[in-house]
């Protein structure tokens, strides 16, 4: 385990575990924490042996979103190079599964972090919202991006234009959350990826980014894309491995090649 700033990193089983910890403030988050969470990110997936990664926040809360202290007196140009914008799309498009393991507050910041994941598993008991529009601005970090291709228009719209909290109860039942649990989400998230890194990498990579680009083209722009990527899968050691060992009634041998 490493901790650097207030972010702390472990590596179990092929899963790595990332906390934002500033818990003093609810996990608020500020640029600083961001940028060492994208660095800590970042090195964790130069290692090769790590093939999922999860997100959470140590004491009671995900993230009560970002710091207002710290945004309170900005200008416009301090306001945009405070975002978070970077990291979290950096986080978005990593080539391996990313879960957000949701306890306590997900708000503002904190939501748009979750969302920058491909899946969210949330405690019963967790509040999540974009509350900006009580402070007199708007989600700058992906939430009126992110959020409405997630949960469809007027429920994000809902969420943004009321700055409300939700349930996770709510949240599952609108496509927010992808699993509910009474215990510690990050056990649940644990669980949930166990079975999707024992899949072919160079496939989950392919997979991965075929769904990221037909989200922002034409039908027909997605479907080359697909068909592309289905082909060059055929250049690797897995799919010749993966295929073999069906016809063979065992059990593949997979190298990431």
């Not at 575990?17 to 818990?23: E, M």
């Not at 900006?132 to 992110?146: H, M, V």
């Amino acid at each position: 385990m490493s901790k650097n700033e207030c972010i702390i990193t472990e590596v179990k089983d092929s899963v790595g575990l990332v906390y934002i910890d500033r818990t003093e403030v609810m996990n608020a988050l500020n640029r600083m924490l961001i940028v060492e969470l994208g660095k800590k990110i970042k090195e964790m997936c130069a290692d090769a042996g790590v093939r999922a990664i999860i997100i959470s926040g140590k004491g009671d809360h995900f993230a009560a979103g970002a710091d207002i202290a710290e945004m309170a007196q900005q200008n416009p140009h301090q306001a945009l190079a405070f975002s978070f914008n970077d990291v979290y799309t950096m986080i978005e498009q990593l080539p391996v599964p990313t879960c957000a393991a949701i306890k306590g507050y997900a708000l503002g910041g904190g939501l748009e972090l979750a969302l920058a994941c491909d899946f969210r598993i949330c405690h019963t008991s967790a509040k999540l919202g974009l509350p900006e529009i009580k402070l007199g601005i708007i989600p700058g970090a992906g939430g009126t991006q992110r959020l409405p291709r997630l949960i469809g228009l007027s429920r994000a719209k809902e969420i943004i234009f009321s700055g409300e909290f939700i349930t996770a109860e709510k949240a599952y039942q609108w496509g927010l959350c992808d699993r509910l649990t009474d215990n510690d989400p990050v056990l649940e998230a644990v669980s949930f990826l166990s079975t999707i890194i024992k899949r072919p990498s160079l496939a989950l990579q392919a997979a991965k980014k075929s769904i990221m680009f037909g989200l922002d083209s034409s039908l027909k722009e997605g479907l080359e894309y697909e068909a592309l990527s289905f082909g060059i899968l055929f250049s690797t050691h897995d799919q010749k491995e993966g295929m073999k060992a069906f016809i063979e009634k065992r059990k593949p041998n997979f190298k990431g090649c």
